[in-house]
């Protein structure tokens, strides 16, 4: 059974600090990895998709990576602003029909100004 | 922009009613999802629907659950006896194609008393 696990569990930096969140899954049988963002009380807004062939994926001050033979992907954020505060979750999709995604508990990030 | 919309944005019942919670998938997409989110826990897959029929299921989605496609442009998901542990938000989602990003909706907060 896929397990989907974040680290740290809550960050809290200075505006401006380039940060870096972590994701491990522990089957690397998968077909992409996405790394959401959700706001409190909120739905989940899609950052980045990595199919399982790439290494890594770019948008704008956000760049994910992925090394699927070891089950870690991470999420760099360059400059961060206090608009980047949320909680940002990592999903693996299951190399199956279903394509059901599987979720990390999330990383809380607080960017102070 | 495109976007999935789930209605209601909150739905209050009392424990053993029926609920309908309900989604408009983006129009060119394909597949249909179900997830849901207690307060303070993971993201989880409940569902997966394709070509008017479940792709695949969670052990969560049990016989209390359905979903239906009625028409061109609604998924619905249906809890036939509410109970008190299924309060919680529900997240539909949809994708292009199954290994394509999933986009989310707001999500509905099910709340059972």
């Known amino acids: 059974k896929q397990e989907v696990t974040q680290i740290p569990a809550a960050l809290s930096v200075p505006e401006g600090e380039n940060l870096v969140l972590n994701c491990s899954f522990t089957?690397?049988?998968?077909?992409?990895l996405q790394w959401f963002r959700q706001d409190p009380g909120k739905g989940l807004t899609s950052l980045l998709l990595?199919?399982?062939?790439?290494r890594e994926q770019t948008s704008g001050r956000l760049n994910a990576s992925l090394d699927k033979s070891s089950g870690r992907s991470t999420l760099y954020i360059a400059a961060s602003q206090p608009g980047d505060s949320a909680t940002y979750l990592c999903?693996?999709?299951?190399?199956?029909?279903?394509?059901?995604?599987?979720f990390g508990g999330g990383t809380r990030l607080m960017v102070k100004p | 922009e495109p976007e999935v919309t789930q209605t209601p944005s909150h739905q209050v019942t009392q424990m053993g009613q029926e609920v309908i919670l309900r989604c408009v998938p983006i129009?060119?997409?394909?597949?249909f999802y179900w997830y849901r989110q207690i307060l303070g826990q993971k993201v989880e897959f409940l569902v997966s629907?394709?070509?008017?029929?479940?792709?695949?299921k969670s052990e969560i989605f049990d016989d209390q659950f359905s979903v239906e496609r009625p028409d061109g442009s609604n998924f619905t998901l249906k809890i036939r006896s509410t109970k008190l542990e299924d309060s919680a938000m529900y997240f539909c989602?949809?994708?292009?194609?199954?290994?394509?990003?999933?986009?989310f909706g707001p999500g509905t907060r099910l709340t059972v008393l």
């Open positions: 990595i199919q399982s062939s790439q």
């Open positions: 999903a693996v999709a299951r190399n199956n029909a279903g394509n059901m995604l599987t």
């Open positions: 629907f394709y070509n008017n029929e479940i792709s695949e």
């Open positions: 089957d690397s049988a998968i077909y992409n």
């Open positions: 989602a949809s994708s292009e194609q199954g290994i394509n990003e999933q986009f």
């Open positions: 129009s060119n997409h394909l597949y």
